[in-house]
């Protein structure tokens, strides 16, 4: 999802298809949330870019699925399918309507950031320092969804954002993570990146 | 904030309930996927549950938030919150499409489950084994989410379901978890719970 040339449709299996919708429906209401604590409208056209490829891959999923089905079992089967997927599409579009909030720059109340920031998990960013053992690593080797318990969702790199930042991202010196987690675990990932813990997990990293 | 020490008046202010909706939204999608994984018609209910329960903290937060305001700008704030609040239960009610699905005993196609075991945050069993570390300890001591990365959506003592323990809860041998996380989170959390690895986290359990 780092480039915009992958939103051009490959064939894919409907496994692959269903996989990829779930992947993107989590990380869409998590942006979401984000943009909103953030007020950032970058963010929040991701949200919606994201959006838009939902719905292309739901269709997708829909021309295949109806290709499969050769028996009643298989119909029934099939069907459980698209519901699943527009129960999906359900959410990514609760997601969009949270990140057009944002676009419309409405006036939001207080207590939704602050229940974003206090809810069991929350939404943090996390700046690098050059001192940090994270620096020069990659996500593959850092696992912080494993040793710290922070799951990454995007990345701010000066300027650019980098969303859903794949194992290959190497993290450098004045990145902004945007991470989800609870709250001692984003607690630790900002001791890391700032360089006062010098361990990640079990020494693993 | 004026608004602020109006809700102190009432038994749970707009904050809290708020809170508890987003809090209880992340949990339902959670069970709803742990109920179509393990077919499980106990969590599919649970769900439901929870969704009438969205509805009511619904509507006692529109109730709440209605009186709130007293000029254009808290108007349009307040607004903000109904309009996220309408954007939770969208996807409380996704999540119990999802659980009724179960409920109904739909003949589910192979790839749903595929799809939920192989997308990048998975569901899982964890049992419980005598031997473990975390046996007698309780959830708040372990941290499970930081130190291994693992949310614990549910547990399953026994007959018993546990939905969204909290800190003291203590585990006993031959509990379920059952846990949100990446592959390698959980895989290492099942090591754990096996007895084969011997420390949680950096010793800090």
Do not use: C
Request: aromatic share 6%; net charge negative; glycine share 6%.
């Amino acid at each position: 999802m780092e480039e915009f040339e992958e939103f051009e449709y490959q064939p894919k299996s409907v496994k692959e298809i269903f996989i990829e919708m779930k992947n993107i429906v989590e990380l869409m209401v998590d942006l979401a949330y984000t943009a909103i604590l953030f007020g950032d409208k970058e963010i929040a056209e991701e949200v919606l870019d994201l959006e838009e490829r939902m719905d292309l891959l739901n269709y997708h999923l829909m021309t295949h699925a109806v290709l499969a089905a050769r028996n009643p079992k298989e119909a029934e089967q099939i069907t459980s399918v698209l519901q699943m997927a527009n129960s999906i599409e359900d959410i990514s579009n609760a997601a969009g309507d949270l990140a057009k909030m944002v676009l419309e720059g409405v006036e939001l109340h207080p207590v939704i950031t602050e229940a974003i920031m206090e809810s069991e998990e929350v939404i943090a960013k996390v700046p690098v320092s050059a001192d940090s053992v994270i620096v020069g690593k990659t996500l593959g080797e850092l696992d912080l969804a494993t040793n710290t318990g922070v799951w990454i969702i995007a990345v701010k790199r000066g300027k650019r954002w980098i969303f859903a930042p794949d194992k290959d991202f190497k993290i450098k010196p004045g990145d902004i993570l945007i991470g989800r987690g609870t709250h001692t675990s984003v607690e630790h990932l900002k001791e890391i990146a700032r360089g006062i813990i010098r361990v990640v997990g079990d020494e693993r990293a």
